[in-house]
């Protein structure tokens, strides 16, 4: 019957290979995730921080250049 092919399918898909848990349900799998996660996330979050630094230091220095040649420009 088609039901019963179904079902044997279903069940073959569905239960793992080697008799352990599915490989996405396993521990190992979940703490690989879990790190990889947290890479992600340092290294995006590193490279905001950096750049956003980068981006004030530059800011910063530009408007003390500007403020310098304002400041010792002589008068007209």
Do not use: F, R
Not at 40 to 46: D, I, P
Not at 60 to 72: F, T
Request: glycine share 10%; proline share 9%.
């Amino acid at each position: 019957m088609p039901e019963d092919i179904s079902a044997t399918l279903a069940t073959k898909v569905t239960s793992p290979a080697s008799g352990g848990p599915p490989l996405l349900g396993s521990a190992v799998a979940l703490a690989v995730a879990e790190a990889v996660a947290l890479a992600v996330g340092l290294a995006v979050g590193l490279a905001v921080a950096l750049a956003v630094g980068l981006a004030v230091a530059l800011a910063v220095g530009e408007a003390v250049d500007i403020a310098v040649e304002l400041a010792v420009l002589p008068p007209p």
